[in-house]
């Protein structure tokens, strides 16, 4: 609230893009497995309360995914692997996803606004609710030598993690102005 002249004025909260890697789309669609997450590492280049994210994501035409999850996770650089906690998560009903191989970019509000901070490693892994292999794509790049600088493509989860150096998700980070 800001007071002005003593009357109370809500300001509107401006959000701007952050951190992101999305202008190379010209590659590959890759689905999380059976209860594994699929997603991108990235290094912050700012600090920012984080609210939302983009992820470029489309479905299968017979599959349906369910309700697709983002969870953001801090993690270590690549090519280590991200650790538990969730440190932040939101929803989207992956059943309304296009079909179109090219995929669409979805906006996933993010809960709580995690404080991001410079420097440091995170990780958007996308789930999705049911098992059906190939029901949910996630939009990459993997053409050398467009890669993001900061980040690889990660899959899996629990104990067991992967990395592939030659691909990376197109994402998007939104916070504070």
Same mark, same amino acid.
């Given at each position: ?72 996770? /801090?993690?270590? #650089? &690549?090519?280590?692997? +991200? ?6 998560? *939101?929803?989207?009903?992956?059943? =309304? ?43 990459? /790049?993997?053409? #050398? &030598?467009?890669?993001? +600088? ?6 899996? *989860?629990?104990?067991?993690?992967? =990395? ?14």
């Amino acid at each position: 609230m800001i007071s002005i002249s003593g009357s109370n004025v809500c300001a509107p909260l401006v959000l701007e893009l952050k951190d992101y890697f999305n202008d190379n789309d010209d590659s590959v669609n890759l689905f999380p497995r059976n209860n594994r997450y699929a997603g991108e590492i990235f290094q912050a280049t700012k600090s920012y309360p984080l609210y939302y994210v983009n992820m470029k994501m489309c479905r299968d035409a017979v599959l349906p995914p369910g309700i697709v999850t983002v969870h953001l996770f /801090e993690s270590n #650089a &690549p090519p280590d692997k +991200p650790f538990f906690p969730v440190l932040a998560a *939101g929803t989207t009903d992956g059943d =309304t996803l296009t079909t179109n191989e090219l995929c669409e970019w979805r906006k996933v509000n993010l809960t709580p606004h995690y404080q991001i901070v410079e420097g440091n490693y995170y990780y958007l892994g996308v789930l999705q609710s049911t098992l059906e292999y190939g029901a949910l794509k996630i939009r990459c /790049e993997g053409e #050398a &030598p467009e890669h993001y +600088p900061n980040g690889m493509f990660c899959y899996g *989860g629990f104990a067991t993690w992967y =990395t592939n150096e030659t691909v990376d998700a197109l994402f998007e980070t939104w916070g504070v102005k």
